[in-house]
DNA sequence: CCATATAGTCAAGTTACTTGACCAACTAGT
DNA sequence: ACTAGTTGGTCAAGTAACTTGACTATATGG
């Protein structure tokens, strides 16, 4: 394996990381959900199964709290989230999804699995499986995060 | 093909590949060369043949003009890159890389191909030229540039 | 119950972009 | 070969998504 190789594999993957990444938020924007950005998918993938904390959401996303709170702000202020009282510590909020905040993650899926068919329609179904078995494999563990 | 499957194949593919942008700049950083962002590293892959305008870069980048030629600035006060007469127009500036520019490319090569080498490790050698094959032909064409 | 750690926010600074205005040089039409 | 319009590039100022620093309120452990 020379390094042209490891460069054109490099290349592909991220250039289709980067056009699923632009489909799927071209999917959501065509869905009716606007003032959305890719940043948010992630926060919203963290909140989606029970809600979580803003230090949490920092956490998860790579950055300050101070940035995740206003990450918040702006996903209450747009009302695809809302913070309530935390059971069990009074300094906390548990920030959750709105039903808004839901059917922007299912329109997110949609689009996402939009994309994954025309690779069956490429590949074969057989092999996009193949693909995500290999990408499982060699995925990073730890949340995903914008990373460029 | 379930929204749930496109969803766990997307989550690896965005993973796999902001774990990569991650493993190139800390590789790149680990061999001296510092002050260099991801996105450097998309204009590095555009200059690399044989130079361009800013006004080809931007278009490669997907931003402005004048961002690409505040990035050229960058490059330039970090001595990645000069700025030379275009031959046969006068308003145009070549951009080319300069010799330690050129070693910061050869350093990034170096650290994806330690990234595909341990892909090797896990999946196989074979397995790793289907993985490049397969994104190959769903890859959407055009330039990789930073998408998120 | 006091000392320290943690959850969150407010305020201000930084940075990588943007839009707008402009000049110099190329190109086409007559 | 002159003018009109286009293109390459930069300067300047504004914006948005972060950062660092300072602070309050609540929790936790000797």
Known sequence: MQNSE?????????ATAGGLTQRIHEG??????????PAHGFAFARLAPDGATVTDLAVHLGVTKQAASQL????????YAERRAHPGDARARL?????????????AEEAAAEAVREWGAVL???????????????APRGPVRPAW
């Open 72 to 79: 918040v702000d702006e996903m209450v202020r747009k009302g």
């Open 6 to 14: 490891a460069m054109a594999l490099s290349a592909a993957l991220l």
């Open 95 to 107: 920030i959750v999804l709105t039903a808004r905040g839901w059917a922007c993650t299912r329109a």
């Open 28 to 37: 959501v924007v065509a869905r009716g959900f606007e003032g959305v950005r």
């Open 124 to 138: 074969g179904e057989g092999e996009v499986r193949v693909l995500q078995e290999q990408l499982s494999r060699i």
